[in-house]
């Protein structure tokens, strides 16, 4: 008899839980954020010193002559700063 109790009452929350829920990620939403940085997508992109690729999160940023770009180390930034010059 406990055992029907406690099936019943588990499939009445199960069942519940699936009806309610829709509309609460509707209504609620939660926000992560990494303090006041920009968050930088996953994407990869190519370094335009050396001309890898790597993940844009890891690489380094540089903004020159009014566009952005990113490195894959501070050595290839230098490197193609110096060919600037």
Known sequence: ??????????AAFFFGFRIVKPWLSKHISIHISNGDKEEIED???KDPCCETYFPKRDGVYAHISGQ??????????????????
């Open 68 to 85: 952005d770009f990113y490195f894959c180390s501070k050595e290839c930034r230098d490197k193609y700063l110096e060919k600037l010059k």
């Open 1 to 10: 008899m406990i055992f029907l109790k406690l099936l019943f009452f588990g």
């Open 43 to 45: 994407v990869m992109v």
